[in-house]
């Protein structure tokens, strides 16, 4: 058994290959790492969405994108809102205790359906098949609604209608009210869709 020391250009090249072999193994590491986190796209998916309101008039609607689907804005006049009294006998779940979780936010189960009486923010997609309904603010009698119509939304697929404040009416395909989304006011005039708590 020989008792020499290592040869140091040997102990240097040693060296120099595991480190080389380490980098190596972190370069091909990193790549798949990196395919965990989410792409940007689906961050963009999920984020919330912030609406400026400030030119909303009465009667208006404005529409946002949020996680790919419609979310009205909508500024009710005094007149629909006093026209949503007038309307839980006709309405499939009028105080929104169907899929309360699902559907209404705790703070939106009140008869307007929102944190500020004079807007409604809800997602636009029909409860039925994911079809849009139309809006049709006009009160009175109109093709396909009732004389007596106090303003709301129309589903052209299959004649579905909600109230001002998305509620679906009786005796309808639609079996839901329409989704309030989770929403928090920053300011007045500032609206972010996709989350309820301020920053």
Not at 16 to 41: C, D, H, K, Y
Not at 164 to 177: I, L
Request: glycine residues 8%; neutral net charge.
């Amino acid at each position: 058994m020989s008792d020499s020391p290592v040869d140091p250009s040997r102990r240097t090249w040693v060296a120099i290959t595991a480190g080389a072999g380490a980098l190596g193994g972190i370069a091909a590491a990193v790549p798949f790492v990196s395919t965990f986190a989410p792409s940007e796209r689906a961050k963009a998916a999920g984020a919330a969405v912030e609406a400026d309101i400030s030119g909303l008039k009465p009667g208006e609607k404005m529409t946002v994108e949020w996680r790919g689907k419609p979310v009205w804005i909508v500024r009710r006049t005094k007149e629909q809102l006093d026209g949503l009294k007038k309307l839980d006998p006709q309405l499939a779940d009028p105080n929104s205790a169907r899929k309360a979780d699902e559907l209404t936010p705790a703070y939106a189960r009140n008869e307007y359906r929102s944190i500020k009486p004079e807007y409604l923010v809800a997602v636009g997609i029909c409860s039925h098949l994911g079809c849009s309904p139309s809006e049709k603010f006009t009160l009175g009698a109109q093709p396909s609604l009732p004389d007596d119509w106090q303003g709301g939304f129309l589903c052209p697929c299959h004649g579905s209608t909600f109230d001002m404040a998305g509620r679906v009416f009786k005796n309808k395909p639609a079996p839901d009210n329409l989704e309030v989304p989770p929403h928090v006011y920053l300011t007045d005039s500032r609206l972010l869709i996709g989350e309820d708590k301020k920053a």
